[in-house]
Structure formats: C-alpha cells, structure tokens
C-alpha cells in the first residue's frame, strides 16, 4: 500500500537504476532520497568519526566530546548565489559545503557533519542532485566532516540550504569581538579571486580557469581557524562578504578601527592579469570581493603568525568611540563598491 | 567607509525605529540581520539555558552535555508548504519551528536551539519578517529551545529553512528500526487536523477554526517523545506525510508490517463535522494527512502506555519477507490518497 509508485504507472525499478535522464519530478521521493543517501554514505562509515547516527531517521546523532557543539547555517539560492548555466552540480555542493564550513572554521573548531535541506523544481535531473551531493559531501570530506541528513522540497529554483556543526575540541571559541589596539591583522587563504571569477564569467568568458574555478569552488584554508585559535588568536572571522565589510565588522564587535596597508595585499598574478584586461583595479576585487572564504584574525604584536597567515595591518583606538568600525586603507577610505549586500536593490 | 547606507539615500536610522511598511529591499541588510536578532534574543539569556554564544558571530555553541548532538533540518517554501494570504507569518514560524522540533522529540530527545536560513524577496516587509521570527522563537521556546544563529538572502519567494538541535540527556536514541512484531503502535497528539484545515483553506473558508488553526500552527506533543524513550519504546518517528506512510517507514525499517485498527483512530469533533460537510471520508484525513506532527511509536506489548500514547494497533511479522513495510487497516489495504509527495507531478 505504502509502497511508492512511479507517475506515469511504471513501479520504482528495485535495481536502483533510472533512465540517465530522469527528473526528480519522474520519481518517487523515496528514490530520490535513497539516491541522495547512497551518496551520503558512499565514503562509508570510517570516513566520519563523529557520526553516531547518519541519514535514514528523523534526525541524526553526532558526537561532542568536549559537551559543546559549534553551529551555523548558509543558504545558497539559484540565480541569486550560483548559476546553474555557469557552474557545474559538483561545484555548487562544494561550495555551499565551503561557506558552512569555513564559519566552524571562523570560530576556531573543526567541522564534524552538516545537514542539507534542498529545494528542487521538479523538471532537475537525478542526477544533478546526486552530482550536487557529491560536491557537497566531498568538501565536507575536505574539512573533516560527514554530511548526516537533509530534507527535500519541490522549489521553483535549486535552492541548497546547509547547517554545518562542529567541535572546538576543548579549546574556547575565538569571536569577533577581542581586536584590540596594537594587534596585528592578518589573513589566511584568498582574497578577490572568487570576485575576479564572478568578473570573468559575467562577461561571457571562461578563463582565466583559475579564477573561475576560484568562483566555482572556493578554498578556504579550514586548518587555519584552528591554527589561529592554537596561536591565542584575539578575533576570527571569515571574509564572506568582502574584506573592507567584514573587517569592518570586525572593528565594531571589538570596539575599534582596522588600518589595512595595501602593499601588504598580494595581488597574485591572475588577479593582475584580468584587472589590467578590464582596466579595473584589482584592489577592487581584493578589497570589496567576497566569497573566498579567507579567514581574517587579529593576533597581539608579539604574535608568531601561524601558517598561512600574512599581515595585512593593525588594530588602532576607535577614532569615534561612538562609532567605532572604521576601516582605513593607506589611511583613507578607499572608494570601492565594497562587499555584497543581500537586498541592495 | 562599512558604515551602510539605505538605498534611497537616507543613513540608517540609529534609533533603530523604520517606516512601517518598510521592506527589507529598503533597509541595509545589517539593519533586516539587527531587527531579526532582536527578535531571537528578546526573552533573554535565563530563557536559553543551552545556549552558550547566541546570534551574531560567524556561528554559535550550544551545549551538549552528553557529549552528543542530535541534529535534523525542514525547509519550508511558499507556495509549497505555506502561502501568505493563508497563514500569519507567526504562524508560519510556529509552522516550521514545529517541524523541526518534532523531529528531535522523535528521536527521545528535547530540543536546544534552532538556526534559520531566511530566503525573502525585497517586496517583504520588514515587520512580516519580525513577525515570521517572533513565530518561530515562540514555537522553539515552547519546546524548550532558542533561535541560535542564522543566514538571510534574497529570493524570489519566502522560503525557511531551519535546522534543529537537541539533547537526549544520556538516554539512548529511539529510532524507526525497533518496532518488533507483537508491539504494540500508539499514537501521541492529532491525526488529520491539519489536513482537514487545510481542505477547509482550499475550499474558501475561514472555519471551523480549530481545524485551520491546526494547519497553520501544529501543536506536536514534544514532551511524549522523551517519556516514550524512558518507558522504553522499541521505535519511535513523527508523522509528517501521513500516518499510512509514515507508519509504512517505521514497519520497511524494521522489517516487519503494521496492523491499524481503524475503531482506535479517534475521530475528533472537528473533523467528523467537517467530513460530513465536505461528504468525505474523515479516515482519508487520519491515515492520509501530515503536518500535525504526531509521534509514533512502537511499545512492548506489556508497556504501560505514557500520556497521551493511545494504541491504535500492533505489529507483526511481514507477510513477504523480502517487501516488509505493509500497513493494514482493519486487515486490508485502504483506498486513500495518503501521504504527501513533494515531487508528484
């Protein structure tokens, strides 16, 4: 009685295989969420050491060993976040996987599992989504994580809402608010390559193929939050929506101002190359471009900044006590059309 | 430099007061991020006794005293799980928060905290927002959570996606595999409120009230699911896509078929005068209907039943072995339109 008919009469085929182009909307959901579960599990069970409990129940059951569990959430919306015309399945799941991830990563901890909650119009290929969970679930791998439930939903768009959880594995969790006068700020993993991609793209071209790929399947340096956390690190976050914003943010959870030293900034050479050809500035992309998922940290001045950390320049008082937030490049206010704004109509 | 202006020219309204009928394409996104954490952090600390970092960094920690978490996610879409001229948008916070919730009591264990990824179009108002989240902290609080953190995009419809975490105290999970032939099944909260709201909503109307008040606000008997754990249930789920098919999961896990008998299945008032005004069955609401968030569960056949469980059947072995699952009522096999297919065209 409960077992589930295919539309269009023909019984689920118990074999497990499907017509290469069958939509989600030409089978059950009971098979589609089996093909999104046999992913899930693909990498087996000795790939996840926090997962007690994964996929198939009403919930699942992690482990927390120091008796805390880290927690976010990153949600990523067709035509808004991605685009399924410049970015294949694979790519999109990494990445989603990386915004959640990179957060753990931003208070110091270590991702143990995420959840994946995902909105699909019914005419999306079965296989996409399993190419979409592939992604996801191997950037989880990256990071030291297992993708252990989800949810699915009819959507008119492809929409991949994650949660990610993880472990500080004893140590206290590195904020936004501890910047203080004289602490050096520095920053782990890209900046403006995932900006400079998106640039590319929306021109119409594919390459330079690094900073395309920079946008399809950003590289957060996960290691480093945990790193910068070893290292006493005084505020953590990760640079999601472009360093001046949330540098900015930063400054004003700490009470204080940001200088940035633009000679510090490395504009490593595709960023230079694709600035040149578009006669733009790359600080544009360094400074304003999110979605790298670098991690920004401020350290005392003693600091041996841990690897791959660079200084990228100080803590200062706030200059209005009452407004405290500001952030100066080369002591000035750069002009830059400075970070995404979600709503910016 | 970070500080954001509002679109249309106007600085930010420090005093934090807007117009009215503001719309979130109106405000800074920091503001829309500010108004909702408002909200999330309104009934203050002493109210969220698991919640160690709340709202406002990269992500928040939460306490696991068992050294485990459970964790679970449920997206809900306009236009596929609610619509706006149906539903208050406290209601569809109390809606959504309710799924998730349920998920976690029906593993045995109480709900911790919640995240929110919020998609909204910039049409939204400001206020309908506060109002979605006034909902959903009010729903997580009354199952003994906290809205913890979050993520906000633009989007073309309203869509919420919220994942769960909760605690089992130390107890042992209970999950859909355990049912064993000879247990008996009971049944915790409402069966088919919901959808006879629903079918109401659909026809036009407004009344009964208390069957539109249960689709719009379930009310998941949250504290059953950890007395069914400490009177040792052998297995345990929530109903959300229907009795008939949710039943025909928990007897597929544990390989067994599920007898219902059709005179234990309470036909409340509502729905029987609601039945007879629409010339319906009530049974196709009570087998068929989801979203009321019952809890099932699988007893040993000498187990004092906790409050409110009322048996509604038992289990027994599968009559094809190789296909177990079958769900029976009254021995046969009935003629309803059960459970809901997210993906049926």
């Given amino acids: 009685m409960v077992s589930q008919i295919v539309p269009g009469g023909s019984r689920e085929n118990e074999s497990g295989s499907?017509?290469?182009?069958?939509?989600?909307?030409?089978?059950?959901?009971?098979?589609?969420?089996?093909?999104?579960m046999a992913v899930c599990t693909s990498a087996g069970p000795a790939h996840a050491?926090?997962?007690?409990?994964?996929p198939g129940d009403d919930a699942a059951l992690v482990r927390a060993d120091d008796g805390r569990t880290v927690v976010t959430t990153d949600i990523a919306i067709e035509g808004r976040h991605f685009r399924r015309d410049w970015s294949e399945a694979v790519d999109i799941g990494h990445r989603v996987a990386a915004a959640n991830c990179a957060d753990i990563a931003a208070m110091g901890a270590v991702p143990t599992s995420l959840v994946v909650a995902l909105g699909l119009p019914e005419s999306t290929e079965v296989a996409w989504v399993e190419q979409l969970m592939t992604g996801l679930v191997a950037e989880?791998?990256?990071?030291?994580?297992?993708?252990?439930?989800?949810?699915?939903?009819?959507?008119?768009?492809?929409?991949?809402?994650?949660?990610?959880?993880?472990?500080?594995?004893?140590?206290?969790?590195?904020?936004?608010?501890?910047?203080?006068?004289g602490d050096v700020i520095a920053v782990a993993g890209r900046l403006g390559w995932?900006?400079?991609?998106?640039?590319?793209?929306?021109?119409?071209?594919?390459?330079?193929?690094?900073l395309v790929d920079a946008h399809r399947r950003p590289q957060p340096p996960y290691a480093a939050g945990v790193e910068a956390a070893r290292t006493g690190a005084h505020a953590l976050m990760d640079v999601s929506d472009g360093l001046l914003i949330d540098a900015g943010r930063m400054a004003r959870s700490s009470g204080v101002d940001i200088e940035i030293d633009s000679a510090a900034l490395i504009v490593d050479e595709p960023i230079a190359s694709a600035a040149a050809a578009y006669n733009l500035d790359p600080l544009q992309w360094i400074l304003g471009g999110g979605d790298d998922h670098a991690l920004l940290a401020a350290f005392a001045p003693d600091t041996l900044l841990p690897e791959p950390f660079v200084p990228i320049?100080?803590?200062?008082p706030a200059g209005d006590s009452e407004h405290p937030g500001e952030v100066r490049v080369d002591g000035g206010l750069p002009e830059v059309a400075g970070g995404f704004e979600h709503f910016r109509r």
Same sequence: chains 1, 2.
């Fill in 18 to 36: 499907l017509p290469a182009q069958a939509t989600v909307g030409d089978v059950a959901e009971r098979i589609l969420v089996e093909r999104i």
């Fill in 140 to 181: 989880a791998a990256v990071a030291g994580a297992s993708v252990v439930g989800g949810d699915v939903s009819a959507a008119d768009c492809v929409i991949v809402s994650v949660s990610a959880l993880g472990t500080l594995e004893g140590r206290d969790p590195v904020l936004r608010a501890g910047a203080a006068p």
């Fill in 49 to 54: 050491p926090a997962v007690i409990i994964g």
């Fill in 194 to 210: 995932a900006a400079a991609g998106l640039a590319v793209l929306s021109r119409g071209f594919r390459s330079p193929r690094a």
């Fill in 313 to 316: 320049g100080h803590v200062v």
